[in-house]
């Protein structure tokens, strides 16, 4: 007999995201592996007391590097994209029902630290992963532009 799935979306359900997401997955290798708890101080200064509470800036610079590994070139497709891996959110620390930030949000954040400064950061994350052997260290790309690395591990643009 022929079957046919129905679907009817539930009400409650139990879910675990790190049960879905496989030990030898890569997104859950690189969070354990990075420990980015130091863009917390590197970042403070360009932060206000009051107001409305801003990106956490290791979501900030996780979003960043996956669009970096994910080739993806533009702030709403980085969001968009995470949005749909299960795995992504666990790398972030999202669950299913945590909305992400807004990608003009990523956008905004990018321009409060400057060029300079959003890459020097995004370069000691990139060489933290190329330490911890998640990533080969030939060719970077930060805000869409490849980056090509010389030899002393300046950058040229």
Request: glycine fraction near 6%; proline fraction near 2%.
């Amino acid at each position: 007999m022929q079957g046919k799935k129905r679907y009817a979306e539930k009400l409650f359900t139990t879910f675990q995201l790190s049960s879905y997401v496989p030990e030898d997955n890569f997104y859950r290798r690189l969070k354990q592996a990075l420990d980015l708890q130091w863009l917390y101080k590197s970042t403070r200064g360009y932060y206000g007391r009051e107001g409305q509470q801003s990106i956490d800036p290791v979501v900030f610079f996780k979003l960043i590097l996956v669009g970096y590994l994910e080739n993806l070139n533009s702030d709403r497709k980085i969001i968009d994209h995470s949005r749909l891996r299960l795995d992504i959110l666990f790398f972030l620390g999202y669950d299913l029902d945590e909305e992400l930030p807004w990608h003009s949000t990523i956008s905004r954040t990018r321009v409060l630290f400057g060029e300079s400064v959003f890459r020097e950061l995004f370069s000691k994350v990139l060489t933290l992963c190329v330490s911890k052997q998640m990533l080969s260290g030939r060719r970077q790309a930060i805000d869409s532009a490849y980056i090509s690395q010389c030899k002393h591990g300046s950058f040229s643009g």
